[in-house]
């Protein structure tokens, strides 16, 4: 179906709230349209559902978010699941909390049917991802939430992820998905490569003032904090809790397999190379992630104007906040959401400046993100199925 027919089905199809829109900023962007009511049998919902989606790897924590916002997308319905050790169960026995959805069982990706899929979000390890792409029908729509196709240079790749990229042919053709940054490449796209959680939290805010000429593109320094989600859900001794509570662990120091990715995004907002510093950091809490950077102000340029360009870069933006002055972002406030929280800060050290960025690992940082990311090249509304409010407390 093309991006066409999904853009008018939504027209005679979706979901609003009573005002008739999703979202307030909606309205702007969809003055002149008519929309209708309508609701969702989540027990029928995946014969009613014209989209038809693939998970594979839903056993993963990822697999599992993407499960869960799909319960009130009213476009994309669920026929095929995969989960190689998990094989033959549902997904409510894996994950009670998704008892309550009506899906097919899992099966091994080597088993998988994608004849009845129209798109897939692939959440499998990184290092095994490209070699199964790579086999997929070229007619499905694909985003790819491992790190196996964000970086443009193969060389790079194997650099700092040890071995030979396996699709070389397949990177050529990956659009890297910041949604925010990249919505014009994401529209055409059949393979996206969703970006990773830290660099999300850090592109999104530094980019656009990198563009604006507003900070320097030298000595920027990150300090990162990530709930134990972002490890994934293997067994590792290091996850364990009594490895991690009560306590704050630096890992990857200097060799995180985001860095490259980071100033990826960062060199070409400045066309030209930027080198970060940055040091991710594993909380003891489930989900949440925090991105403080420090950054050099370009001469002339003050707070005041980093967040008047923050303002005009998103006031029209769905998920990205400008709080208000002096109002700390935390990550507590995005917990179970799609939204990125921003400020920036004078630093005490003149002709600097502090960004602190919150988002959601496994939303924001990952499913959440992803689905987006369908959403805009399927031709919908990017916020169809995101709009859940943070979980408080």
């Known amino acids: ?52 989606l693939g998970v594979l790897g839903a056993s993963g924590y990822t697999g599992s978010e993407i499960v869960r916002l799909l319960a009130n997308h009213p476009h994309f319905g669920i026929t095929l699941m995969t989960a190689d050790r998990k094989a033959g169960q549902s997904i409510g026995s894996v994950f009670p ?28 390890p990184h290092g095994t991802t490209q070699e199964i792409i790579k086999g997929l029908p070229k007619s499905l729509k694909i985003v790819d939430l491992s790190a196996d196709f964000r970086l443009r240079d193969i060389s790079e790749y194997e650099e700092w992820y040890g071995h030979a990229h396996r699709a070389p042919e397949l990177q050529k053709e990956a659009v890297y998905g910041l949604t925010e940054i990249s919505r014009e490449e994401v529209k055409s796209a059949r393979l996206v490569a969703n970006p990773g959680c830290y660099p999300t939290s850090v592109q999104i805010p530094l980019v656009p003032l990198i563009k604006a000429n507003l900070v320097q593109p030298k000595n920027i320094i990150i300090d990162s904090k990530s709930g134990v989600s972002g490890a994934g859900r293997g067994a590792k001794e290091a996850n364990l809790y009594t490895e991690i509570a009560e306590g704050i662990y630096s890992y990857g120091v200097t060799r995180h397999r985001h860095v490259p990715e980071i100033e990826q995004g960062l060199s070409d907002a400045a066309n030209s190379k930027v080198t970060v510093s940055f040091t991710p950091h594993l909380m003891p809490m489930s989900r949440g992630m925090q991105s403080t950077i420090y950054v050099e102000l370009a001469p002339g340029v003050e707070v005041k104007d980093l967040r008047q360009q923050l303002k005009l870069s998103f006031e029209d933006e769905d998920f990205v906040v400008l709080l208000d002055e002096g109002i700390v972002p935390r990550t507590h406030n995005t917990r179970g959401s799609n939204y990125c929280f921003i400020n920036v800060f004078p630093d005490r050290i003149p002709g600097r400046a502090i960004i602190i960025s919150v988002i959601d690992n ?26 859940y409010q943070p979980l408080f407390p």
Request: aromatic letters at 8%; proline letters at 3%.
């Open 1 to 52: 179906m093309s991006s066409a027919t999904f853009s008018s089905n939504f027209l005679q199809t979706g979901c609003l709230r009573k005002d008739g829109f999703n979202n307030p900023k909606d309205k702007k962007r969809n003055v002149g349209k008519v929309f209708v009511k309508c609701s969702v049998n989540t027990k029928t919902q995946k014969a009613e559902k014209e989209v038809r």
């Open 97 to 124: 909390h998704l008892v309550s959805q009506y899906l097919p069982k899992m099966v091994a990706v080597k088993d998988a049917d994608f004849s009845d899929v129209d798109a897939v979000f692939c959440c499998l």
């Open 362 to 387: 496994l939303v924001k940082g990952a499913s959440g993100q992803a689905l987006q990311n369908l959403n805009v090249m399927m031709g919908f509304p990017e916020s169809t199925g995101l709009l």
